[in-house]
């Protein structure tokens, strides 16, 4: 790989990063949660087991430097193929947690090829809107509609109704930067209220309707469904400007609030930094998507900008839900806030996005599109 190629390396990208990804060990650290696993990583605290994601994830990093971007289109359609095999295998041999049944076991790790599905739809998106820069017609439009709607599917059956919403955002968003005709996009206005009462009365489970109804009355059932959110907002509030300071919070450190772990991770954080600490958090996400969204201007060829465009919505949207999840603003779903939340997959596909981008950024200067 030739070494001027770092030159033009989106070295802030990089910068915030490592100072979120730290943020999120140093907070997994305070919560000092431990869960029974089966493997090499049983009953290690999870800052640790965070670490040896990282450690992964950086590897997965470095290695999407290694060659062009552009190749990836060779690649989008068997890696779509090969996470819908392994969606497919998800019933069959997966292992349930939860009461749901998201993971497959290999020993001495656990994958969710849901989180694997995400970056392969991205990829694929990308290469289909690439195609040309015409706003899409009927049939460009069905065939990305299709292609991402196929393994939402497979995902709603787990049930993981917040990945399969997630999948569904991100393409929302790749096609209306990407335009659309005026008469698909008033036909896909009008279809979105159809679509979320056809989600409502058959796509959902029970216990997601009632997530829903909770979200609009926590208090109706404080000990039950709405104990999560009551929890989260008081210890949200209890941190008040300033926080009760590192491992000082009580709602966590008493184990009162559950998941702190994993989806309620900043309200652990809001608990020990108080207010001023949340507004530097949120200040930190919106200068990384910042310098995400930066490299998708500033690309120049068509597949390399929605491939970005793709990363920037995946990371903004998982950002605006999880900390609207948190403080009550929107229902609990299961989305972790990127970094920050505990989690395997999920940090390497981070880390490996980031690296995409940084890949684009990389070449933005060696051709034109």
């Not at 998201?102 to 739809?121: C, D, H, N, Y």
């Not at 949200?236 to 400007?241: A, C, D, K, R, V």
């Not at 603003?329 to 999920?346: H, K, T």
Request: net charge positive.
């Amino acid at each position: 790989m030739d070494k001027r190629l770092f030159t033009y390396l989106n070295w802030s990208l990089l910068l915030w990063l490592f100072a979120l990804y730290l943020v999120g060990v140093g907070n997994l650290y305070s919560a000092s949660g431990t869960r029974i696993e089966s493997g090499l990583l049983s009953y290690a605290p999870f800052y640790q087991k965070q670490l040896i994601w990282g450690l992964c994830g950086l590897g997965c990093l470095l290695l999407t430097l290694c060659f062009d971007y552009r190749q990836l289109r060779n690649l989008a359609w068997p890696a779509y193929l090969c996470c819908l095999v392994l969606l497919m295998l998800v019933p069959l041999v997966g292992s349930t947690v939860y009461g749901a049944k998201r993971w497959i076991s290999l020993g001495f790790m656990s994958i969710q090829p849901s989180e694997m599905t995400k970056l392969a739809v991205l990829v694929l998106t990308a290469r289909l809107l690439s195609r040309d820069g015409k706003p899409l017609d009927w049939k460009n439009f069905g065939m990305v509609l299709a292609a991402g709607l196929l393994p939402v599917l497979f995902i709603l059956k787990q049930p993981d109704l917040g990945t399969s919403m997630l999948i569904l955002l991100i393409l929302a968003g790749m096609i209306l930067f990407h335009g659309l005709r005026p008469a698909v996009l008033k036909t896909c206005l009008l279809a979105v209220p159809c679509a979320g009462a056809f989600m409502w009365f058959v796509g959902m489970h029970d216990y997601q309707r009632q997530r829903i109804l909770t979200f609009l009355n926590p208090g109706d059932d404080p000990r039950g469904t709405g104990y999560h959110i009551l929890q989260s907002r008081i210890a949200i509030g209890s941190g008040e400007l300033w926080g009760k300071g590192f491992g000082g919070g009580t709602q966590s450190q008493l184990r009162f609030l559950p998941e702190r772990h994993s989806d309620f991770a900043v309200a652990v954080f809001g608990e020990e930094w108080g207010f001023v600490g949340c507004v530097a958090l949120v200040t930190a996400f919106c200068f990384f998507l910042l310098s995400i969204f930066a490299t998708a201007i500033q690309a120049k060829d068509r597949f390399g900008s929605m491939l970005v465009v793709g990363v920037f919505f995946y990371f903004f949207w998982q950002i605006c839900i999880n900390m609207g999840m948190v403080i009550g603003l929107m229902p609990v779903v299961g989305i972790p806030l990127p970094f920050i939340s505990y989690g395997g997959s999920a940090t390497i596909v981070n880390f490996t996005l980031v690296g995409i981008v940084l890949n684009v950024s990389m070449r933005r200067f060696m051709f034109k599109g």
